[in-house]
Nanobody, 122 residues
Framework: QVQLVESGGGSVQPGGSLRLSCAAAGSILSINAMGWYRQAPGKQRELVAA???????NYFDSVKGRFTISRDNAKNTVYLQMNSLNSEDTAVYYC????????????????WGQGTQVTVSS
C-alpha cells in the first residue's frame, strides 16, 4: 500500500502562484510514476501533470508553460508549482501514484491522495 498526503492548497488571486506538495509513504519502491489531477465542480477529473521516475513529464495543454511538476526521490515527494493562476484553475487537486506510467496518463492510478482545494478568485 502507498499513502499520499497533499499539502499547499489555498486561495489566491488571479495571476498568483501556489505550490502543491505530495509526500508518499508505504510501499514507495513500487511507484514509478506520480501525477496531479484536478476536479472542478460539475466537471470530470482531469490529469494536470505527470512525472515518471526517470523525469519524463506530461502536461495538460491548458497548464503548459504555467505549471511545473517535479519530484524529489530522496524525499518521496512530488511538487506542482502553479504560476499565472486563473479562475479556471479552481478545483480540488489530487495527487496520484502508480507503478505504471501509462496508468497515470490514462487516469486510472492505483493510489490517490485525499485532495487539496485550490481557489483562484479576486
Amino acid at each position: 500500500q502507498v499513502q499520499l498526503v497533499e499539502s499547499g492548497g489555498g486561495s489566491v488571486q488571479p495571476g498568483g502562484s501556489l505550490r502543491l506538495s505530495c509526500a508518499a509513504a508505504g510501499s514507495i519502491l513500487s511507484i514509478n510514476a506520480m501525477g496531479w489531477y484536478r476536479q472542478a465542480p460539475g466537471k470530470q477529473r482531469e490529469l494536470v501533470a505527470a512525472i515518471a521516475s526517470g523525469g519524463s513529464t506530461n502536461y495538460f495543454d491548458s497548464v503548459k508553460g504555467r505549471f511545473t511538476i517535479s519530484r524529489d526521490n530522496a524525499k518521496n515527494t512530488v511538487y506542482l508549482q502553479m504560476n499565472s493562476l486563473n479562475s479556471e484553475d479552481t478545483a480540488v487537486y489530487y495527487c496520484a501514484a502508480d507503478q505504471n506510467w501509462l496508468t497515470i496518463v490514462r487516469g486510472t492510478p492505483a493510489y490517490w491522495g485525499q485532495g487539496t482545494q485550490v481557489t483562484v478568485s479576486s
